[in-house]
């Protein structure tokens, strides 16, 4: 299991590395244990759980420069923004560095900021990610667009960040694929009529929900299932396709996050998409 972590000697994030996409593309996390977010004397200051509001779980930097989900007001409040806006322009150049051919076709999500302790966290199951999961949203529906994800650890304290990451997309498919629930159109059409969701949940969307739910309630699967626990240390970033890799956070405090989405066809191989193997391993289009 340790071959599902690619370990990358680099310290610079915009120096170009080659060779990293097809790793990135069969699911495997990227670490660069040595590749460190540095913060000025006044970002280090913000390094506090009390400049998240306590109604929200982070905070996040939009891509209109509005912030949600911060305590902090002044000052204070816009050193967070440019702090956080200044580790968005780092995560784009690694993904740049690293798969520069995606440059054209990546769509830019919200940058977060997650000060909240992993293991104070109170939360329904579904809810939870310290059980393994790929990621999907109930709400936003994506027709197979790929969700990429840069993080760093901030953590003053010396805490690593611990992840647990499990087997690759197609074994777990294959596994969670026939316990699911067949998919009915007129649902999906009421969603969407109702607001439920943001556009039309496709077939591949209700099963990408159906994989994360079945992987995250069954727990003789979270105990048994082949895994290996990763620590990622303060000054370490590390990168992943979060819809594909399966992986579930331990511990931890002071995240940052960087999510881009890309479509499947974008990708240097769509074949390795999850999109393209769950329609490999059911015969049919999903989307």
């Not at 780092?90 to 990546?106: G, H, N, S, T």
């Not at 405090?253 to 391993?281: C, G, K, N, W, Y």
Request: proline share 7%; aromatic share 8%; glycine share 4%.
């Amino acid at each position: 299991m340790k071959d599902r972590i690619v370990t990358v000697d680099s310290r610079d994030w915009a120096r170009p590395i080659t060779g990293l996409v097809p790793a990135l593309e069969a699911g495997k996390v990227l670490f660069f244990p040595d590749l460190r977010f540095e913060l000025t004397d006044d970002e280090a200051r913000l390094l506090r759980a009390d400049v998240r509001d306590d109604k929200a779980r982070n905070i996040s930097l939009r891509n209109d420069g509005a912030l949600a989900g911060a305590a902090a007001q002044g000052d204070e409040k816009s050193r967070l923004a440019a702090m956080i806006g200044r580790f968005r322009t780092q995560a784009c150049a690694l993904i740049d560095a690293i798969a520069p051919a995606y440059k054209p076709a990546l769509r830019l999500a919200p940058t977060s900021y997650r000060p909240t302790q992993v293991e104070g966290r109170v939360q329904s199951w579904r809810a939870d990610d310290r059980r393994l999961h790929v990621d999907a949203f109930p709400s936003r529906p994506n027709r197979g667009e790929r969700i990429l994800r840069v993080f760093t650890n901030l953590n003053p304290a010396g805490e690593p960040r611990v992840w647990r990451i499990g087997e690759a997309f197609e074994d777990l498919a294959r596994r969670f694929v026939p316990r699911t629930k067949p998919y009915v159109a007129w649902q999906a059409r009421a969603l969407r009529a109702l607001r439920v969701t943001k556009s039309l949940r496709t077939e591949y969307d209700h099963l990408m929900l159906q994989l994360h739910d079945g992987m995250k309630r069954d727990l003789d699967y979270q105990r048994t299932c082949p895994q290996v626990t990763q620590p990622f240390p303060p000054g370490s970033t590390w990168v992943c396709y979060s819809d594909q890799t399966s992986h579930a956070v331990m511990s931890g405090q002071f995240m940052m996050e960087q999510t881009l989405h890309l479509p499947a066809e974008a990708q240097v191989d769509p074949t390795a998409s999850p999109l393209a193997i769950l329609e490999r391993l059911l015969g049919r289009k999903l989307t």
